[in-house]
């Protein structure tokens, strides 16, 4: 089962407007990353912030994260069209042996 | 510097029958991983080859297997094919040493009828 949980499940904004999406987790993290996947094809890498680290941007995107709340959010600003996509959280962990978690997917429509 | 890379692109077989994909990592890239994403789902970890040997599984029957080759190259079989195996199959690839960035490749989309 995914440990890994995202939302809002669906989220639809108007192009211009900021998107927030949040990611909660279960077990304990080296780091957690997001990625963007557009019609159900490949995911593409957006961010990847460590546990020690609270904050992270990178060009429109801004990742926090909690390790005491075990919870992440993403916010993309000024979003675009473009933007409309699937957005999942996936976590890293060594516990047991070290493997990726994925969330449950935050599915974005950027309205133009 | 091409990417990781995924064949076939679709893929649609019947119960019991058996599949093979195919994944060529990225250059230099020694791990490859492999993911099973159900319609939407979140991926779901299948297993992860390093050396030519399965390193860790996740939570799979015995039924989906794979193979790592002298050039890193990996394969997915998936035997005895069932109806909930219809599924967006993607593979992963990782730099040797860093095992914390993963680059994907476009998946494979099984239909199982």
């Known amino acids: 089962s995914q440990q890994g949980e995202e939302d809002p499940q669906a989220l639809s904004i108007q192009e211009g407007e900021n998107a927030t999406m949040n990611c909660s987790y279960k077990t304990s993290i080296n780091n957690l990353q997001w990625y963007r996947q557009n019609s159900g094809r490949g995911l593409v890498h957006l961010i990847l912030?460590?546990?020690?680290?609270r904050e992270k941007h990178s060009g429109r995107l801004r990742v926090t994260l909690d390790t005491s709340k075990k919870s992440s959010s993403l916010l993309i600003t000024a979003s675009r069209a473009a933007d409309t996509a699937s957005y999942f959280c996936?976590?890293?962990?060594?516990?047991?042996?070290?493997?990726?978690?994925f969330g449950t997917g935050t599915r974005l429509k950027v309205l133009a | 510097d091409a990417g990781v890379t995924q064949s076939p692109t679709h893929l649609i077989k019947t119960r019991g029958q058996q599949v093979t994909l195919r994944c060529s990592p990225k250059s230099g890239h020694d791990t490859v991983s492999w993911y099973q994403q159900a319609l939407g789902q979140g991926p779901q970890f299948i297993f992860q080859y390093y050396e030519e040997e399965e390193r860790q599984r996740g939570n799979f029957p015995d039924r989906f297997s794979g193979h790592q080759f002298p050039n890193y190259s990996s394969e997915l079989n998936v035997n005895a094919l069932l109806l909930g195996d219809s599924a967006l199959y993607l593979c992963?690839?990782?730099?040797?040493?860093?095992?914390?960035?993963?680059?994907f490749g476009p998946g494979t989309r099984l239909t199982v009828l």
């Open positions: 912030i460590r546990s020690n680290e």
């Open positions: 996936a976590i890293f962990t060594r516990e047991g042996t070290y493997k990726y978690i």
């Open positions: 992963a690839s990782t730099y040797p040493g860093v095992t914390d960035t993963q680059y």
